[in-house]
C-alpha cells in the first residue's frame, strides 16, 4: 500500500513528535535539577515530586506554545501551591564558617617571625 499522506502533513507529525523528545529532554533536566539543588540524598518521594513538578512545568509550556495562556497559568498556579504544600524542600546552606581566632593566635605564638 502507498503512503498517499501529503508532505505538509507529514511534517506537521515530525515537527510534533520533534518537540515530545525535547519537552522529555527538558523535563529530565529539570528533575535532575531539583534533585541535585536538595542538598541531600534525595528519597522515593522527592523522586516523584521532583518528576510530577516537571511534568506541569512541561504542560503548562505546552499550554503556552498552543495560546491557552489562562491554562497555563492555571498549572503555574497549581505548581507554586504544590510547592507550599510539599515537604521538597532542599536544605539550608551551611552556616559561613568562622575562622578559629585561637588557631590563628597560637600560630602566631608557634611562629612570630611569620614563617620565615
Known amino acids: 500500500m502507498t503512503d498517499t499522506t501529503t508532505a505538509p502533513k507529514r511534517n506537521g507529525w515530525s515537527a510534533f513528535h520533534a518537540r515530545k523528545r525535547q519537552d522529555e529532554r527538558d523535563k529530565q533536566e529539570i528533575v ?4 541535585r539543588d536538595l ?27 498552543q ?14 501551591r504544590a510547592n507550599r504544600a510539599s ?15 585561637d588557631a590563628l593566635f597560637r600560630e602566631i605564638a608557634e611562629n612570630p617571625a611569620g614563617g620565615a
Open 32 to 35: 535532575a535539577g531539583l534533585l
Open 87 to 101: 515537604g521538597f524542600k532542599s536544605r539550608p546552606p551551611a552556616p559561613e564558617k568562622k575562622p578559629d581566632i
Open 39 to 65: 542538598g541531600r540524598e534525595p528519597t522515593t518521594t522527592d523522586r516523584l515530586d521532583a518528576e510530577t513538578k516537571a511534568d506541569m512545568h512541561i504542560d503548562a509550556r505546552r499550554l503556552e506554545r
Open 67 to 80: 495560546g491557552k495562556y489562562a491554562e497555563a497559568r492555571e498549572v503555574r498556579n497549581a505548581i507554586i
